[in-house]
């Protein structure tokens, strides 16, 4: 990060940013191809740091993870445009992580429900879900173990 004035060590605010965010950004590569997607999250900070995605069972996506698990995430909130007299009197306010990480495909039932529980839990709070057998089988659980995160808050 170059403004180290604007870097947050303080995990608890770190967190708190993840958990006001509504979506995540993840971006794959696959030699000299990269691709980026964003995608709904559920975060767990205890007691490893990951973040659940789910997606349909094919896809570009998949592919490119199982060719290459290392994954950067991004997510950002409290978007505040601000103006000035000149072009480059403009700019943008906001808060942000930038991760990076390894992403596996969760193949064990249970697993995969503990995924898309974080994942409703994100949305939705401490509720109770359950998943229809035709639906599980469609969605696959993605599991972002995190390594290191960069966050920035204006």
Known sequence: MRRKDRNIPDI??????????DVCRIALANGNIPYMVTM???YTGNPQRILYFHCANQG?????????SYTCFEMDIEHQLYSGIKGCDWGMKFSSVVGYGNTSIIEQKEERITGLNCIMRHYAGDKEFTYSDPVFERTTVL?????EMT???C
């Open 60 to 68: 570009r996506k998949l592919d490119m993870i199982r060719k290459n």
């Open 12 to 21: 608890i605010l770190i967190e708190d940013i993840i958990l006001k965010a």
């Open 143 to 147: 599991r972002l173990d995190i390594i």
């Open 40 to 42: 709904n999250f559920g």
């Open 151 to 153: 966050v920035k808050k």
